[in-house]
């Protein structure tokens, strides 16, 4: 506990990731930089004064608190000196002395993790690729990295569920500043991690930081749509300082989204348009982990189109049976596999916790998130606020 005490201590002193860095290299552990004489960090080169200052306070009161809430929220702490902290995340410049994991994280050194992200502001094509290149990604072997926010980066994240596979989410906020059922959706099947410690308050730089950490897990980065000046190419320009493999989907010329991939191909950048595309460059790196897969999500269900009449016009489909908006199980169920109709035979009555779920059907929590949201876009069932479903009903 002493130990982890002083981890946590540096993870929330307040100072900036290449200040941390610093301390380390100079002091060699966290309790050595905690006990350096007074004056000492006022000295150091690559700190500055008002860094040295804030150290100077040595504040270590919130390590109870944090360490109640990471058990609270189910967060798991990872220091640079255990054996679970991910090698290719400490070979990175100024590597994360902690971070906060919830979910489980996968052997990130043994697999091909691909970043895939884009443009907040995503046209409906930039939508469409993200999920499809994301869930083709996973479909081939590899795990999605995301940084949920909105537009292509959650698309990414969904489109990695919805293949049943696995996806690493990297936060810029604190655990509890990322909210939403998506998080806790990639939590269950894969993992979600932040640097900060619960309580930390959030900063405009940490979401230029957290670059740093999701580049530095990857092996390469997938970019599908983003203007010539956004932070997707800050995250591409991070990711190229690292060393990592850049792609890009290409876009329409003249389409303002297009501007930063086209930069990115014209740089060297090599075009993309499936997953597999992607994860070919890393085949001989990965032996009998990555194999070729070239299907595609299932598209929801279009709404069929309502016949109108009227003066002249004889009305039509009179004979037809009624338009209706939900499905009709007895005509339907018999499409689905044993896997997806135990989990519907679970779902009883209005609003079931996800949690009820996993605990009947006895699955494994990614796939019950996985196979939900194939049938939440099949139109079967229909989620509801506080991680609950519901069956989606026919009509009467």
């Not at 054996?83 to 091909?112: H, T």
């Not at 690729?129 to 072997?141: D, H, I, V």
């Not at 949690?355 to 989620?383: C, H, M, N, W, Y």
């Amino acid at each position: 506990m002493a130990a982890l005490e002083y981890w946590l201590w540096l993870s929330g002193a307040g100072i900036s990731p290449r200040a941390k860095a610093r301390l380390l290299e100079v002091y060699g552990s966290p309790e050595a930089a905690f006990f350096a004489p007074a004056g000492d960090y006022a000295r150091i080169e690559g700190l500055s004064p008002s860094e040295a200052a804030l150290l100077e306070k040595r504040e270590n009161g919130r390590v109870e608190w944090i360490l109640d809430e990471c058990r609270r929220q189910n967060i798991k702490i990872l220091t640079l000196q255990d054996a679970e902290y991910p090698e290719r995340l400490k070979n990175i410049f100024a590597p994360p002395p902690v971070i906060y994991v919830r979910g489980s994280l996968p052997g990130v050194d043994e697999n091909a993790l691909i970043a895939i992200i884009g443009t907040r502001s995503a046209s409906p094509y930039g939508l469409k690729m993200g999920l499809e290149l994301a869930y083709q990604t996973a479909r081939c072997g590899g795990v999605v990295v995301s940084l949920l926010t909105n537009g292509i980066d959650a698309q990414a994240a969904r489109g990695a569920l919805l293949a049943g596979g696995r996806c690493v989410a990297v936060l810029g906020t604190a655990h509890e500043g990322s909210g939403g059922r998506l998080a806790e959706d990639v939590a269950a099947a894969g993992a979600v991690i932040s640097e900060y410690a619960p309580g930390t308050r959030p900063m405009k730089s940490f979401f230029r930081e957290r670059n740093r950490i999701a580049a530095g897990l990857s092996v390469g980065l997938a970019v599908v749509e983003a203007p010539e000046k956004s932070g997707t190419l800050l995250f591409a320009a991070e990711a190229a300082e690292q060393g990592k493999e850049i792609f890009a989907v290409p876009g329409n010329a003249d389409a303002e989204n297009s501007a930063g991939t086209i930069a990115l191909l014209k740089q060297g950048a090599k075009l993309v348009t499936s997953g597999w595309d992607v994860l070919c460059e890393f085949e001989g790196r990965f032996p009998g982990r990555l194999r070729p897969v070239f299907a595609l999500p299932p598209e929801p269900p279009k709404e069929e189109k309502k016949e109108e009449s009227g003066a002249g016009f004889a009305k039509k489909g009179i004979d037809k049976e009624k338009s209706r908006g939900y499905i009709d199980l007895k005509e339907q169920l018999s499409t689905l596999s044993a896997e997806q109709l135990k989990i519907i035979a679970a779902i009883e009555g209005e609003a079931v916790h996800i949690d009820e779920i996993i605990e009947s059907t006895g699955l494994p929590a990614g796939k019950v998130l996985a196979q939900l949201t194939f049938l939440e876009i099949k139109g079967f069932v229909r989620r509801a606020a506080g991680r609950r479903v519901s069956l989606n009903t026919a009509k009467k």
